[in-house]
């Protein structure tokens, strides 16, 4: 028991730091570093530099996905999709995101970072990345980084830590995988801002597992977690 989650927990980091060693080989560090040192003579360098990372770094991921689960690939998908259940998948995430996930940022961030004289919402706030706030709306950068954050990084999230995650673990107890798949998710996180990202991030996961739970794919969690970062990049907190 101990031996497949600790096996499907290295799997899924290990997919994910493969991923990103190929993505920086695949897109040239040194085309990336040109491009932002002509910034300022091509308006576009920016957009092109962040292009380049995110598009190696999705393909990477699936290609790599694909190797290790091309086995039971079809498995991790549903036989056909139910449009109820991921209509309402996606409202759960909604919901969340109004109601649960920028207070429980708010309270987390404010309690961590209070003493650097950060309070409400500026904490969570100042983690948003300086591409959000310093471009202006409706530019290709902001346009792409938006839809990247809101379509691209959930399914790559759900489909390790939802997909690949709970079938390699499918000898275990269900809720013991899903708590375990809240761990490993909350976990990859903490790079992106400490502890407190990371325990703001529990309800979210929790969510998901339970949707991955009851519908059996994660598909429907995806939907969950596409309309959550959706909805808090509307509100510029980003997930």
């Known amino acids: 028991m101990i031996f497949t989650a600790l096996r499907a927990i290295v799997l899924v980091f290990g997919i994910n730091a493969l991923a990103s060693l190929l993505s920086q080989w695949a897109s040239g560090q ?72 920028h207070s429980v940022h708010v309270w987390l961030f404010s309690y961590f970072f209070g003493d650097f004289g950060w309070h409400g919402g500026q904490a969570s706030d100042s983690f948003v990345s300086t591409i959000f706030d310093n471009l202006p709306h409706g530019s290709a950068l902001l346009t792409f980084s938006f839809w990247a954050s809101a379509l691209a990084a959930p399914f790559i999230e759900e489909l390790t830590d939802r997909g690949i995650f709970f079938k390699e673990a499918e000898r275990l107890p269900l809720v013991f995988v899903a708590l375990l798949s809240v761990g490993v998710f909350c976990a990859a996180h903490i790079a992106g801002g400490g502890l407190a990202k990371a325990l703001a991030l529990v309800p979210a996961a929790l969510l998901f597992a339970s949707i991955r739970m009851v519908t059996g794919s994660f598909v429907y969690s995806t939907a969950a977690h596409m309309a959550l970062n959706i909805a808090a990049l509307l509100h510029w907190r980003v997930v």
Do not use: D, K
């Open 30 to 101: 040194r085309l990336e570093v040109w491009f932002l040192l002509h910034q300022q003579q091509m308006p576009g360098a920016l957009f092109m530099a962040q292009f380049i990372s995110a598009f190696t770094y999705a393909l990477c991921a699936l290609a790599v996905c694909w190797a290790v689960a091309h086995a039971y690939w079809r498995e991790l998908l549903p036989p056909r999709i139910h449009w109820l259940t991921l209509a309402m998948s996606a409202a759960a995430g909604l919901a969340l995101a109004l109601f649960i996930n």
